[in-house]
C-alpha cells in the first residue's frame, strides 16, 4: 500500500505547481494527511523545483546589487512586496527605519611602487573612510597574524601602512570567519593607534581570485579614523613574498569613498495569517541588503529566495497552518544588522507571543544540521520537525541556537530560534565579493535549503508549540 | 644488475643539484651511459625538482607583470640575463627591437545604468582605443555568436554598444580559443564597420569569476577604432538575461588607455655552446612579457622557467651536448609575436643550421603530447625521443606542428619544430587574467613540464639530426 507521501511524490511528477495542483484536488487525502506528511510532500516537491531559482535570478538580475541604504535597496523593497502580493499573501508592508552613516564606495587602486611596481587588487571595507585626494604613499608593515600586532606598542607604526595577512581557515561551519573577523572589524582602529596611516588586510576569504572580500568596519573611538581595505589572496600572498627578500616595501593607496550622513532603508514584511492562532508567529527572516561588488546571489539573496519560495508553497495550500507564518526582509544587515534591530525594538511589545523564529544567512546550502535555541529540545514538537529534517540529509543538532543574523537581536530577546546549518565549505569563496553572482548557485543545493525550510516551517506553524516551556526532562 | 638509470635515480635522492654531482662523480658511468639514459636521468630528477618553480618564484615577484615595451619588460630582461649569467651560460646577450605601439591601460569602468543600474566588470583590449574623455553610454545590441554579428549589414548598428556573448568551450588542446579567436581579434573592426560606437565581448576564457581576459585585438583599416574591451563571464550572463525581458539596456562605459608610439622591446638570448657542432642550434623559446593584469604567471612565466630550468641542468652537465643550445626569452608577443618575428628576420642567413625550435607557451602543463613538424617523424633520432617522453606521460602525436607562438616564424621560414602539447583543459581560466598569478601553478605539474623538455633538448643536441632530410620511408 502507498504511503501518503509517496502518493504525493508519483502525482506530482516533482513540481511546486503540481503539488499544490494535486494537493487542492485531494481535500480527502489531505484531510486524512498528518502535518508530518505534508511538511514531508512540500520537501519532496521543493527538492525537484522549489521556485527559489527563479526569484533569486530576478532578484540578481532585474535589482543586481542592493547596498544598504540605496535606490537599488529600495527598488529591492519594491520588488519584494510586488513578488508577495503577486503570491497572495495576507499582509504586505514596510517598516522604514534610518541608517545613520549612508556609504558609497568610490575608487580603489593601490600598487607596490618600490621595489617592483606593480598593481595590487584591494576593495575598502564597508564605512572606510577615503585616503587624501592623491592618494598616500608609504613604506609597510606586515604582521602574518593578527596577534603580532597586536602586540605591538602604542605608536609604534606611526606613518606605516599596516598590512596584515592571516590566512583564513576552510571550515563547513564557517568557524574561520569568526575567529579572524576582529581583523576585519577592529584591525583599522588598533593599526590607527598604533599610528598606522592605512590599514589592509589579507581578505577573510578561502578563494584564490584577484577578487577582494570587502565587509564592515568599525573604527576605535580613540584613534584617528584611517582608510582600511582588504587584499585579494594571491595579493596578499605576493606582499608577503616581496617583505621576505628584505628590501622596504611602499605601497601607494587611492580610496574615494563616501560617508552619506543619515539615509532610510526598510524591512519588508509579509504574511500568511494563522487559520487558528493568528496571534502566535512563526517569523522566517533573511536580509535585502548586499554588499555592492556582486550581485549578492548567495549573501542572502539565497536566503530570500529560500524564504520566499519556502513560503509560497505553504499560501498554495488548500489551507494555512494553525499559527501566522510572517517573512521579514530585513534591510541594513551588512552594516551592522541594523533593520534586524529596529525590527526587534519597534516590535518588542509583541516577542512573547512569536513561536519560534529563523534565518538563512549562509549561502545556497545544503542544510546539514538543525541546531535548537529552546528551552527543552526534547519536546516532541522539535522531534517531529527532526524526524521530517532527516531524510533531507540533515543531522541532528546542538541546542545552542542564538538565531543568524538579523533574528539574533529577537533571540537575545527570549524569541525562541532555530538554525538550519548550512554547509559553509565553499560560502567564503564568495562572501562579500564581486563573484557573488547567480551562476555561483546551483538548483539542487537551494532547492534542499527550500525543502527543509519549508518542511520545518509548515510543521512549526502547525504545530504551534511553546517552546519557552520549562523543561520536563533534563535537556541535552 | 642495476640500469644506469635506475642506479642515478638511487643516489640522487631526486634533487636536480644531487644529480649534477653525481653525474660530476662518475664519469666513468657517464661515459658508458647512452643519451637516452642520461635524457631519461635528467627526467626523472626534474620530475622532483626541476628548479622550475624557483625560477617562477623569482620573477612574478621580484618583477611581477612584464607588458610589452614597458620598464618592467626591462626589468625581466635584466633579470633573465642576470640568471643566464650566474648559470654560466657561454653566451648571454640581448636583441632589442621598436615596438610600434606602446601601449598603456587607464581606468576601466562600466556599468548598466538602465533598466536596472549595476556595475559590469570589464578590461580594455590590448591596443584598444580610448572612449571620449566622461565616457559613452548606449543601447545595448546583443548578440548570441559572433555569426549573428556578421550577418548584420553594414550600418545597421549606428551608435550602439554591441555585445557578443558566445561562450567559449573547454577543450584539452586549447581548440575552443584558436575557434573564438576572431571575436576578439577582429571584432571591433566588423562592429565598427556596422556602427557600432563600442564593442563588448563576452571574455574568451572558460571561467566562471569577476576577472575579464584581455588580449589584443587589431582595427580594421576601413573602420572607425572604437573602444574594445571584454566582459567577464558572469557579466555577459547578466547581460543576456537582462536583454532577454525585453527591455532596452544601456551601459555606460569609460575606458582611458594610451597608445605610446614607438617603445622598445627585447629579446634575450643565452647559449650552452655545443662540443662538436656548434654551428648546429636546437632552439628553445618562451616569452618574457606578459599582460599587465596578473603577473603573467602561466602566460608565459611557467615557459621562462620550463626552458631556464631545463637548459640550466643541461649546463651543469659534465660535458654540453654535441650541438649548441640556444634559449631565446622572446620580447613583446603578446602584441602580436613582435619578438618572434624580429628575430627571425634577424637571424634569417644561419635558420638552415637550426636543428630543430621548440616553445612552451601554454601554460604549466603537464606535457601529454609530442607533435613534430618535419620531413620524417619517423626517424630514429625522433622514435628515440618519443621513448624518453612516453614514460612521463607523454602520447605521440600528429606531424602537424607549427611551432608555438614565437618560433611559428622559425617554422614559417622551414625550421623543423615540435611541440611538446601541454594540457590546456584549465589554462583559459586563468589566461589573460589578474587571476594568472603564481599561486596557480603546481609544482608536480610544472617539473613534469621540465622533465620532458630537459629530455628532449638534451636528446635533440646530443643527437644533431637533420629534420630537413627528405623521407626514407612514407610520412604517417
Redesign the interface.
Known amino acids: 500500500m502507498l504511503t501518503f507521501c509517496e502518493w504525493v511524490r508519483r502525482q506530482t511528477s516533482g513540481t511546486g505547481a503540481a503539488l499544490i495542483l494535486t494537493l487542492g484536488c485531494v481535500n480527502t487525502a489531505l484531510a486524512a494527511a498528518t502535518p508530518d506528511q505534508t511538511a514531508a510532500a512540500l520537501a519532496q516537491s521543493a527538492l525537484t523545483n522549489s521556485g527559489a531559482l527563479e526569484i533569486l535570478?530576478s532578484l540578481?538580475?532585474?535589482?543586481?546589487?542592493r547596498l544598504a541604504g540605496t535606490?537599488?535597496e529600495q527598488?529591492a523593497a519594491a520588488w519584494a512586496r510586488a513578488r508577495f502580493e503577486t503570491a497572495g499573501f495576507d499582509k504586505v508592508w514596510s517598516e522604514p527605519f534610518t541608517l545613520t552613516n549612508g556609504w558609497a564606495r568610490g575608487l580603489e587602486q593601490a600598487s607596490?611602487t618600490s621595489?617592483?611596481?606593480?598593481?595590487l587588487?584591494v576593495t575598502a571595507l564597508g564605512g572606510s573612510v577615503a585616503t587624501p585626494p592623491p592618494g598616500l604613499e608609504a613604506e609597510v608593515a606586515l604582521f602574518k597574524t593578527y596577534a603580532e600586532l597586536l602586540a605591538m606598542p602604542t605608536n609604534s607604526l606611526t606613518g606605516k601602512i599596516v598590512v596584515v595577512t592571516q590566512p583564513m581557515v576552510r571550515a563547513q561551519d564557517g568557524g574561520g570567519y569568526g575567529t579572524l573577523n576582529a581583523m576585519r572589524t577592529a584591525g583599522p582602529g588598533e593599526a590607527a593607534r598604533r599610528g598606522a596611516a592605512a590599514y589592509l588586510l589579507r581578505s577573510l576569504g578561502t578563494d584564490?581570485?584577484?577578487?577582494a572580500h570587502t565587509g564592515g568596519t568599525h573604527y576605535a573611538p580613540d584613534a584617528p579614523r584611517i582608510p582600511a581595505a582588504a587584499l585579494s589572496?594571491?595579493d596578499a600572498?605576493?606582499l608577503e613574498?616581496?617583505v621576505a627578500?628584505g628590501k622596504p616595501v611602499r605601497i601607494r593607496l587611492l580610496l574615494t569613498p563616501r560617508d552619506l550622513g543619515p539615509v532610510t532603508s526598510q524591512n519588508v514584511i509579509a504574511e500568511i495569517q494563522g487559520r487558528e492562532h493568528p496571534e502566535k508567529i512563526v517569523l522566517l527572516g533573511a536580509h535585502l541588503d548586499s554588499w555592492?561588488?556582486?550581485?549578492g546571489a548567495i549573501d542572502d539573496g539565497a536566503g530570500v529566495a529560500i524564504v520566499m519560495a519556502a513560503t509560497k508553497m505553504i499560501r498554495a495550500l488548500p489551507a494555512p497552518p494553525r499559527c501566522t507564518i510572517r517573512v521579514v526582509l530585513f534591510g541594513a544587515e551588512e552594516p551592522g544588522v541594523i533593520g534586524g534591530n529596529a525590527y526587534a525594538a519597534a516590535h518588542q511589545a509583541e516577542l512573547s507571543h512569536y513561536v519560534i523564529a529563523a534565518e538563512p544567512d549562509f549561502g545556497q546550502g545544503p542544510v546539514y544540521r538543525f541546531q535548537t535555541g529552546v528551552t527543552n529540545p526534547e519536546v516532541p514538537s522539535l522531534q517531529r520537525i527532526r524526524a521530517v529534517l532527516a531524510p533531507l540529509g540533515v543531522l541532528p543538532g546542538d541546542n545552542a541556537s542564538h538565531g543568524e543574523s538579523d533574528v539574533g537581536p529577537l533571540a537575545k530577546r527570549q524569541v525562541p530560534a532555530v538554525t538550519l546549518a548550512m554547509d559553509g565549505t565553499d560560502y567564503f569563496d564568495l562572501h562579500h565579493?564581486?563573484?557573488d553572482?547567480?551562476?555561483?548557485v546551483l538548483p539542487g543545493r537551494i532547492n534542499q535549503s527550500t525543502a527543509c525550510y519549508v518542511a520545518f516551517t509548515y510543521l512549526a506553524a502547525e504545530l504551534g508549540d511553546d517552546y519557552r516551556q520549562p523543561a520536563a526532562v533534563p535537556a541535552r
Open positions: 535570478t540578481t538580475t532585474e535589482v543586481g546589487p535606490a537599488a527598488r607596490i621595489p617592483s611596481p606593480q598593481p587588487v584564490r581570485h584577484r577578487v589572496v594571491p600572498e605576493q613574498r616581496l627578500l555592492d561588488l556582486g550581485t565579493t564581486a563573484d553572482t547567480l551562476d555561483k
